[in-house]
């Protein structure tokens, strides 16, 4: 479920509160993250007698199955005492399991006009700390990549055969740190001709690309989680994704459902959770 609040009280009619408290969240109940707000590690301040109820609003929401309250600090007269509120909605999620070895291939429709703008999002959550999460290539050599390396998130646009476009041939920019961990983390990607976004776990940044870029010449094809066989004598080292991807768009389309569809225009051999 997705967790936008929370509420904690003391134990009923009892000298028994906790004053300060950490908050942890899971979605398999093994591996757990501590949450953060605003980059930074956030405990709560807890109740001050039995009764009175202490609620937060989580900015950003918890996606989760699991939440775990830590205990810091606890009336000295008193003992640990919590009741807790938690406040949230349904979410919605498709997932894919990914095996380092698997892809999903997306083919459009090759009469749609080739267009300046791109926008994918999506949430990983990987079991290495290399991978390629999305690549489209082009027949100049150009080509639209996501990739995991060394536990950061690198997007790499090439513009084509260097001989061809000389200046500026590849461009690369490496946001995140330590993606690695066995939690989810999302993924954002805008890219509107020369003006590019990349949003990694509400961390943005917004790049000016030079002008060869305005049009990029690529084929009517996207993969995620690797590089399929035709394409795989590309200029840069690649390897591929091992771990899940959820809630997977690409301008619109919902990649996943459209596999689980069984789609023609969908070519995979991937597991897919109902």
Known sequence: ???TSVATQGGYGSSNWVTSYLLMFSDSGRNWKQYRQEDSIWGFSGNANADSVVYY???PSIKARFLRFIPLEWNPKGRIGMRIEVFGCAYRSEVVDLDGKSSLLYRFDPKSPSSTKDTISLKFKSMQSDGTLLHRTGPHGGHFALE???GKLSLLISSGEAKLLPSHPLVTLTLGSLLDDQHWHSVAIQRLGEQVNL????RRHHFHTQGEFN???LAYEISFGGIPAPAK???FPHKNFHGCLENLYYNGVDIINLAKQQSPQIITTV???E
């Not at 949003?199 to 509400?202: G, I, L, P």
């Open 57 to 59: 609003r989580l900015q």
């Open 215 to 217: 049009f990029l010449d």
């Open 1 to 3: 479920m997705e967790v």
């Open 271 to 273: 597991s897919l959770n």
């Open 199 to 202: 949003t990694v776990d509400e």
């Open 148 to 150: 995991l390396r060394g």
């Open 233 to 235: 004598s590309v200029s």
